[in-house]
Nanobody, 122 residues
Framework: QVPVVESGGGLVEAGGSLRLSCAAS????????MAWYRQAPGEQRELVAE???????TYSDSVKGRFTISRDDAKNTAYLQMNTVKHEDTAVYYC????????????????WGQGTQVTVSS
């Protein structure tokens, strides 16, 4: 279908910055939205940020003002710039992409990546 691969996770000190990338590949005709979710141990997966095809963005209250989502349509890639990170930002971050791809027909897709670990040290 449409593979999605995240990168950029790692260990960062509290107050520092990190940038995550999410690349979708395949015979993509259009990506309508890309989003970042995160899941901490013992917690449910939660939406962090989303960006639509028109560039509209949505953020969870916990990251508003600190994180910025952006996209490069030419590369089918979304980014999550994480600034002033906190210990509670520690989680596995997942990317989700929605759109249309083509095999013999035009088909909708929703694809998730495998996740990238972000650990914030105090």
């Amino acid at each position: 279908q449409v593979p999605v691969v995240e990168s950029g996770g790692g260990l960062v000190e509290a107050g520092g910055s990190l940038r995550l990338s999410c690349a979708a590949s395949g015979n993509i005709m259009r990506i309508s939205a890309m989003a970042w979710y995160r899941q901490a141990p013992g917690e449910q997966r939660e939406l962090v940020a989303e960006i639509t095809g028109g560039g509209s963005t949505t953020y969870s209250d916990s990251v508003k003002g600190r994180f910025t989502i952006s996209r490069d349509d030419a590369k089918n890639t979304a980014y999550l710039q994480m600034n002033t990170v906190k210990h509670e930002d520690t989680a596995v971050y997942y990317c989700k992409a929605n759109g249309i791809y083509r095999d013999d027909y035009y088909r909708p897709f929703e694809s998730w990546g495998q996740g990238t670990q972000v650990t914030v040290s105090s």
